[in-house]
Nanobody, 116 residues
Framework: QVQLVESGGGLVQTGGSLRLSCVAS????????MGWYRQAPGKQRELVAR???????NYADSVKGRFTISRGNAKNTVYLQMNSLKSEDTAVYYC??????????WGQGTQVTVSS
């Protein structure tokens, strides 16, 4: 079973920064991609950023230029650096892992609250 442990959420003022981390408990040999999704109250879960094994990244339009996704040297860790945070970034952020044969796995989520 894949376990994803997230950390780094919290309360920050508008314009501030946070860094989310996610560590996966699986061999990096079977990780196709890792990413971050978020879900705000009353809204559907949406992709924030994703990075695959080749290092290719993609971002939601709403976070381009403000958020940066990266993988750790061990490749089983993914980070999300969030700068210039806005109130609309408030949501529960979920780590996602695309496994070669297990499919998608999700973390438990970490709350990010941006206050104006």
């Amino acid at each position: 079973q894949v376990q994803l442990v997230e950390s780094g959420g919290g309360l920050v003022q508008t314009g501030g920064s946070l860094r989310l981390s996610c560590v996966a408990s699986v061999s990096t040999n079977y990780i196709n991609a890792m990413g971050w999704y978020r879900q705000a109250p009353g809204k559907q879960r949406e992709l924030v950023a994703r990075i695959d094994n080749s290092g290719t990244t993609n971002y939601a339009d709403s976070v381009k230029g403000r958020f940066t996704i990266s993988r750790g040297n061990a490749k089983n860790t993914v980070y999300l650096q969030m700068n210039s945070l806005k109130s609309e970034d408030t949501a529960v952020y979920y780590c996602n892992l695309d496994h070669s044969w297990r499919g998608d796995s999700w973390g438990q989520g970490t709350q990010v609250t941006v206050s104006s």
